[in-house]
């Protein structure tokens, strides 16, 4: 055995309690209490201590990314649940690809009503300013009369 493959086996070995994944993810002890209730993530326990596993780590991760984009947690769970049917990952992927590129048009849609939005928003705000400007010009005049 190579020291490469003595060294991946020691990573995939290795646990994780929730305060380093809270710490290396920036969440909560409450959001990974929250997605192992979900079924997204499985620890270990020893006594009341969770231990997560280099799996559950990589969920994390991949959950993390997912919601990100915009993904529902139950759309997550069900790519993350699709690894376990050993055909080689083939449906997980097929899945994943179309729900990713359905995700990805509908950020793009989103992206096309942004920038109407923000050019809405731009034109009011000049029209308000130049209003406003009016009126603060008036003011003094009407306040000296």
Known sequence: MSVTDTTERSKRDRTYSITELCREY????????????????HPAR???????????????????RGKKVGFALEEIKEML???NLRDGQLTQLRIAST???????ALRLQRVELEDAIGDLERTVV????????????QPKAANS
């Open 99 to 105: 729900k990713m590129r359905e995700r990805l048009e």
């Open 81 to 83: 649940d699709l690894y």
């Open 26 to 41: 920036d969440v909560t002890p409450r959001t990974l209490r929250f997605y192992e209730q979900k079924g997204l993530l």
């Open 46 to 64: 020893r006594g009341w201590t969770r231990l997560f596993s280099y799996r559950d780590r990589a969920r994390l991760q991949l959950i993390l």
């Open 127 to 138: 029209v308000v300013d130049g209003m406003l400007k009016e009126r603060e010009a008036a």
